[in-house]
């Protein structure tokens, strides 16, 4: 097909063994294995009749010659190359075109691969970004991850810049001491943490209408496994009740528990 190229041929195995005189054994330079393929679309597997060839190049025709195999299975690679667009995701789903800048450089990158893997693929999802842990305007390093069967082509970047810019957002710390407990089932807990610090980022209108009251933690202990006295930190969820929807936290948080018989 027209701007396709083959790939090297690979066969099932590098060698075969031939058994007979040693006479006729010395007129043997290496084997063929002859393929019909006619025209082809897409990367096939093909099985072809294994002759041997004497070093002067001809076909050798000997009964006394025998071949460990008479045919063998090639792989016949056939590439094309198309220009994708890079792409980036956010895992919560704040990021959108009216409060954030996401710019990939380069924008686009040249693949190679099976014509029939190329055809479905317009678009390449290079990272998933964590919207509470960039805290401020960032570029990221991403390495290039291609589907199987899919490599860049020559002269293309293995990895790209990831420009995250907010657009009409603020940020602003509020002291929370709305702090809950759960999964502590019959645990004898002590809460040692009585306010926190968050930051939260968003709209500035819905920002600045947000309290400290529309903020909850919560520290899950299902999972921690109570033996005598302890003293943790625990992991905490932050749970904003906002009417826009739209402002969350920025980092992590813990508290501290203290755990006792």
Same mark, same amino acid.
Do not use: W
């Given at each position: 097909?027209?701007?396709?190229?083959l790939?090297?041929?690979t066969?099932?195995s590098?060698y075969v063994?031939?058994t007979g005189?040693k006479?006729?054994l010395?007129?043997?330079d290496?084997?063929?294995?002859?393929?019909d393929a006619g025209?082809i679309?897409?990367?096939?597997t093909?099985v072809?009749?294994v002759s041997?060839?004497?070093?002067?190049g001809?076909?050798?025709?000997n009964p006394?010659?025998r071949?460990?195999?008479?045919?063998?299975?090639?792989?016949?690679p056939?590439?094309?190359?198309?220009?994708?667009?890079l792409?980036a995701?956010?895992?919560?789903g704040?990021?959108?075109?009216d409060?954030?800048?996401i710019?990939?450089?380069p924008?686009?990158v040249?693949v190679k691969?099976d014509?029939?893997v190329?055809s479905k693929?317009?678009?390449?999802t290079?990272t998933?970004?964590d919207?509470?842990?960039i805290?401020?305007?960032?570029?990221?390093?991403?390495?290039?991850?291609l589907p199987?069967?899919?490599?860049l082509a020559?002269?293309?970047p293995?990895s790209v810049?990831v420009?995250?810019q907010?657009?009409?957002?603020a940020t602003?710390?509020?002291t929370?001491?709305n702090?809950?407990?759960?999964g502590t089932?019959?645990?004898?807990?002590t809460?040692?943490?009585?306010?926190?610090s968050?930051?939260?980022v968003?709209?500035?209108?819905?920002v600045?209408a947000?309290?400290?009251?529309?903020i909850?933690?919560v520290?899950?202990l299902?999972d921690h496994?109570?033996?005598?006295?302890?003293?943790? $930190?625990?992991?905490?969820t932050v749970?904003?009740?906002?009417e826009s929807?739209?402002? $969350?936290?920025?980092?992590? $948080?813990?508290?501290?528990?203290?755990?006792?018989d």
């Amino acid at each position: 097909p027209e701007n396709c190229e083959l790939g090297d041929l690979t066969a099932d195995s590098e060698y075969v063994t031939v058994t007979g005189p040693k006479g006729a054994l010395d007129e043997v330079d290496h084997a063929l294995v002859s393929l019909d393929a006619g025209s082809i679309e897409s990367s096939v597997t093909m099985v072809g009749e294994v002759s041997l060839i004497s070093v002067s190049g001809d076909v050798i025709v000997n009964p006394y010659l025998r071949l460990s195999k008479s045919d063998m299975k090639v792989t016949v690679p056939v590439y094309t190359y198309k220009e994708i667009t890079l792409a980036a995701d956010s895992k919560y789903g704040f990021f959108n075109s009216d409060n954030t800048r996401i710019t990939i450089e380069p924008p686009q990158v040249t693949v190679k691969g099976d014509p029939n893997v190329l055809s479905k693929l317009d678009e390449l999802t290079i990272t998933t970004l964590d919207e509470k842990n960039i805290k401020s305007d960032s570029t990221l390093m991403v390495k290039l991850n291609l589907p199987d069967n899919v490599t860049l082509a020559d002269g293309e970047p293995s990895s790209v810049n990831v420009r995250v810019q907010r657009i009409g957002c603020a940020t602003r710390s509020l002291t929370v001491k709305n702090i809950e407990l759960t999964g502590t089932q019959s645990m004898n807990c002590t809460l040692l943490t009585t306010a926190l610090s968050v930051t939260v980022v968003g709209d500035e209108k819905s920002v600045q209408a947000l309290s400290a009251d529309d903020i909850t933690l919560v520290a899950d202990l299902s999972d921690h496994i109570a033996a005598g006295s302890d003293l943790l $930190y625990a992991a905490a969820t932050v749970k904003i009740d906002s009417e826009s929807g739209e402002v $969350y936290e920025l980092g992590t $948080y813990s508290i501290q528990v203290r755990i006792e018989d």
